[in-house]
């Protein structure tokens, strides 16, 4: 059975979110000195890419099940953004050290997930036209656990930082 693919207007802005998002990870790699810096740059866009480009892809697809398989395998990753948004924080704030537990609670938190969202309807059961016909997932169940994590290990990043760099201040002082 072939692929069945029909042109979308909502392909454009998908499309260059993806060139955007490979353009920041090549300066990074170049231009960033610190190497924590770029890897967890890069881990954010190895994330968010395959979100990014399933949704460009369900932007073209006409079959509502070959959507959802692609909107399904697209929003996997996603739960990984957290961690390595909680890594880029801590590694900015010097913290990186101190925190190894917490990171790999958050990478494990973000790999379960990650697992359950490819392997069941727990994230993505089915998906929705939208506005202009594009395919959009129906939310299941797990769905805010699974993308919450972004602003979860995000927050628990930026709270420790921000006390690492009020500590910092204090002991200047």
Do not use: C, K
């Not at 490979?22 to 000195?33: E, I, R, W």
């Not at 801590?90 to 101190?98: C, E, H, Y």
């Not at 929705?128 to 919450?148: D, K, L, Q, S, T």
């Amino acid at each position: 059975m072939p692929l069945e693919l029909a042109w979308s207007i909502w392909v454009v802005p998908f499309a260059a979110l993806v060139l955007a998002l490979l353009a920041l990870a090549v300066v990074v790699v170049v231009l960033a000195g610190d190497r924590l810096l770029r890897l967890a740059v890069v881990a954010v866009v190895v994330a968010a890419l395959p979100w990014l480009s399933a949704s460009l892809l369900a932007a073209l697809v006409v079959d509502a099940e070959v959507a959802t398989r692609v909107l399904r395998v697209g929003n996997g990753p996603v739960s990984l953004i957290g961690p390595a948004l909680l890594i880029l924080l801590l590694a900015a704030t010097g913290q990186l050290a101190q925190r190894r537990a917490l990171i790999a609670l958050a990478v494990a938190v973000g790999t379960a997930s990650m697992a359950l969202a490819l392997g069941t309807e727990l994230v993505v059961p089915g998906v929705r036209r939208v506005g202009g016909g594009m395919w959009y997932p129906r939310p299941g169940p797990w769905m805010p656990g699974h993308v919450g994590q972004v602003v979860l290990w995000a927050a628990v990043g930026a709270s420790l930082g921000r006390g690492a760099l009020a500590q910092a201040r204090l002991a200047e002082h």
